[in-house]
């Protein structure tokens, strides 16, 4: 998987990303019980799950701001 572009994270909408949120955490929730397990044979997808958990929650945190900004200019 090629690293995650935030300008594509972006283009979604809200309900979008909180699917990819949970599902990003879902998929850190595996590696580490693959880990402890002994089966995990890709290492590099933690930094890149995690660079990715990181894009999805910075945009959604500024689609909050933005969205509280304009609800309380109003």
Do not use: C, Y
């Not at 979008?16 to 998929?27: G, K, S």
């Not at 590099?44 to 500024?62: D, G, P, S, Y």
Request: glycine letters at 2%; aromatic letters at 4%.
């Amino acid at each position: 998987m090629a690293k995650p572009n935030i300008a594509d994270v972006r283009k979604l909408t809200g309900d979008q990303i909180n699917e990819q949120v949970n599902a990003t955490r879902r998929e850190l929730f595996e590696l580490r019980f693959q880990q402890a397990t002994r089966r995990l044979e890709t290492t590099h997808r933690f930094k890149e799950a995690r660079i990715k958990l990181a894009h999805l929650m910075t945009v959604q945190q500024e689609q909050q701001r933005s969205a509280a900004t304009a609800a309380s200019a109003s």
